[in-house]
């Protein structure tokens, strides 16, 4: 069975750090584009972070350049991303998702398309 499974999420106060994990089983990660997106109550999904299969390219929003870094181990067939210096408006369910191209992840426009897999979400709540 092909999964991605997505851990690490919690509470947090502002200006503390998470690191989330998107491990993936039935499947070879590093055939993969990994992206990380989020979605806030009554918003859509949006990208946060994408690093290419072989973790040579990397991409961030701009909301989180500079705080969040991307990436992955192949050989534990797992992604992460670090989150630090988080801010109250960074609450939301984070995805973790796998894309044959870098580009389609870099390039999301919210509908799922080009997403070959995602997970079910893991939920970050930067509150005081």
């Known amino acids: 069975q092909l999964r991605l499974v997505e851990s690490g999420g919690g509470l947090v106060q502002p200006g503390g750090s998470l690191r989330l994990s998107c491990a993936a089983s039935?499947?070879?990660?590093?055939?993969?584009?990994i992206g990380w997106f989020r979605q806030a109550p009554g918003k859509e999904r949006e990208g946060v972070s994408c690093i290419s299969s072989s973790g040579g390219r990397t991409y961030y929003a701009d909301s989180v350049k500079d705080r969040f870094t991307i990436s992955r181990d192949n050989a534990k067939n797992t992604g992460y991303l670090q989150m630090n210096s988080l801010k109250p408006e960074d609450t939301a369910v984070y995805y973790c998702a796998v894309l044959m191209e870098f580009s389609l992840c870099v390039l999301y426009t919210g509908d799922g398309y080009g997403v070959d897999y995602w997970g079910k979400g893991t939920l970050v709540t930067v509150s005081s």
């Open positions: 039935g499947f070879t990660l590093d055939l993969y584009a």
